[in-house]
């Protein structure tokens, strides 16, 4: 009898099972000869993070059945409510093996990791019965899509600490064709799920994940701080209404690194709340960085700043980026109304390849939640640099818009050189309300732009952040 479960274990992808089961004398002591056993021959199931977890378990023993078709939103629920238990007693790790885990939205827990193995795939249910409604987000004032309420995300945490989604590549897929519809047709009462949404947090991790197809944003990390998003492969069809990649919102200490994204909106949308009530909220999204991003976004850009910008966005640092068939590379947007910042960002190291506008910036973006906002509330966009670009099949190197009576400042561009279309636009650099230096810009910069005589780079930051420091462990399952 005990042998054959020794095999058994050996073939599934249980790791130390629940605790409990170690304490049982001799059981445990065979169990952990498996275990040993099984390192070996698993050596490649290994993953690195925030944190290891001491117990761990599988769906399948909460009764989760990966067929596609039956619901796991209980097998969810239940299993991360039971492993909540572990959390002041080293934390616990959920495995989701091979198989289709069709389901609903569940909620997370502290010192946690939810492991999707690599053949793993999670369905999003399209049963509105499925999603919890929540409340809007204070700093947003109303729903992006509806004004009341708006549904959970598919995976959703609230005021946790140390949370780990992460896979071999495994895929969580948000079948969201069910929701751009309906959203087309204007049938929806409460804003559309995002994929993965992480609020009033810290140390968090997302890494070495396939996401596909979210009914709208895909990671909202919001009101949160020291976030890892490593390695995701986030695909979405380039017509698909709303679908952002990583959206960091009102957050600080984030590192997003090795990611790309094809997708219907913004590859990166950085925010921090919406006019009045993201002013209010006052909470800003400061220390990103965003390394080694590939993007492909034709209507949209590989990273926004704003438009929501309400609690203000700071020292944002952009490194070794590239966009192919993207509308412009890092993007301003914002409106009179928004209030606040977007000050101290830098950008170096941009390749791009067929770009309508290289650098493009809206001090007109409109979208206002309400009439609500207030008309003498104006953005500072001043300290923007971008150093470093090469850009080949440009359609207009620059629109720069800033506000009447309200420039944007201290721009500084250097080292850029921009081959343009077969079909270029007269005007290839179209400034007005910025103010701004450059160097060795090829096309040549407009005169809001003037070039110095003396050569420089524009500065990037040599200092890291404390978030660029952090060790990965190299844990297993
Ligand atoms: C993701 O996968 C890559 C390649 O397999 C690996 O080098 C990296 O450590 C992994 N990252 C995380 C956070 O698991
Ligand atoms: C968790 O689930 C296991 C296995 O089903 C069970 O033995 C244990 O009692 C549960 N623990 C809690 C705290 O619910
Ligand atoms: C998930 O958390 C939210 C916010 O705390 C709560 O409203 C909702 O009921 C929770 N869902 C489940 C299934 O526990
Ligand atoms: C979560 O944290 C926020 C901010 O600290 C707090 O206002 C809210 O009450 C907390 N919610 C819960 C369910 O603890
Ligand atoms: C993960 O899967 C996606 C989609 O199949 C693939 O394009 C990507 O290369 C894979 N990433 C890794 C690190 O294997
Ligand atoms: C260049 O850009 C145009 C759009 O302006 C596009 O139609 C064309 O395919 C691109 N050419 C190459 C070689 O990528
Ligand atoms: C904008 O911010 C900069 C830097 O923080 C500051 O020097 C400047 O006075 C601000 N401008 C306005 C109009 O508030
Ligand atoms: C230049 O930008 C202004 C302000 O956004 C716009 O109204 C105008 O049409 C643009 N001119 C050209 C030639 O593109």
């Not at 944003?217 to 986030?234: A, K, R």
């Not at 606040?340 to 493009?360: E, H, P, Q, R, S």
């Not at 309400?370 to 099949?393: E, H, M, W």
Request: net charge negative.
């Amino acid at each position: 009898m005990k042998k054959p479960a020794c095999v058994e274990l050996r073939n599934s992808y249980v790791i130390g099972i629940i605790s409990i089961v170690l304490i049982l004398g001799s059981v445990g002591v065979r169990e952990a000869e498996c275990r040993v056993a099984r390192r070996k021959h698993q050596k490649n199931l290994e993953y690195s993070a925030i944190d290891c977890r001491k117990h761990s378990a599988v769906l399948t023993d909460f009764g989760g059945i990966g067929d596609g078709k039956t619901s796991n939103t209980k097998a969810f629920q239940y299993a991360i409510s039971n492993l909540s238990h572990y959390a002041s007693d080293g934390g616990a790790q959920l495995i989701v093996p091979p198989g289709k885990w069709l389901t609903g939205s569940f909620n997370l827990t502290s010192h946690f990791t939810l492991f999707l193995h690599k053949d793993a795939v999670l369905l999003a249910s399209q049963d509105e019965s499925e999603w919890p409604s929540l409340p809007v987000l204070p700093s947003y004032g109303r729903g992006r899509d509806a004004g009341e309420g708006r549904f959970s995300s598919l995976i959703f945490g609230t005021n946790l600490t140390d949370v780990v989604i992460t896979g071999n590549n495994g895929t969580i897929d948000g079948q969201g064709s069910y929701w751009w519809d309906k959203f087309h047709k204007g049938e929806l009462k409460l804003t559309r799920p995002y994929m993965i949404e992480i609020m009033y947090s810290d140390h968090i991790q997302i890494s070495n994940l396939t996401l596909v197809n979210s009914p709208s944003w895909f990671v909202h990390p919001i009101y949160s701080s020291d976030i890892i998003i490593q390695g995701l492969t986030i695909l979405a069809p380039v017509d698909s209404p709303n679908t952002d990649g990583i959206d960091p919102d009102s957050c600080t200490n984030t590192r997003v690194e090795d990611c790309y994204i094809v997708s219907g909106d913004d590859c990166v949308a950085v925010k921090s709340g919406w006019d009045e009530y993201g002013i209010k909220f006052g909470m800003p999204t400061q220390h990103l960085t965003i390394r080694r991003l590939t993007c492909i976004s034709p209507d949209s850009a590989m990273i926004a700043l704003g438009s929501e910008m309400s609690g203000g966005i700071r020292d944002v640092r952009a490194e070794d980026i590239t966009a192919i068939n993207t509308q412009s590379a890092v993007r301003i947007k914002t409106a009179v109304g928004r209030g606040a910042y977007v000050k101290d960002i830098f950008v170096k190291g941009m390749t791009l390849n067929t770009m309508k506008y290289v650098f493009w910036m809206t001090g007109s973006y409109g979208s206002h939640p309400d009439p609500g906002f207030d008309p003498k509330a104006l953005p500072n966009i001043t300290g923007i640099n971008y150093r470093d670009v090469t850009a080949d099949n440009v359609t207009y190197s620059a629109r720069l818009d800033g506000i009447s009576g309200d420039p944007f400042t201290g721009i500084c561009i250097s080292n850029v050189n921009i081959k343009l279309t077969e079909k270029p636009k007269e005007l290839q650099w179209n400034c007005t309300d910025v103010e701004g230096i450059t160097s060795n810009v090829t096309p040549k910069a407009c005169a809001l732009l003037p070039e110095k005589e003396e050569k420089f780079e524009c500065p990037f930051p040599e200092d890291k952040l404390p978030i660029e420091s952090v060790q990965l462990k190299t844990c297993s399952v």
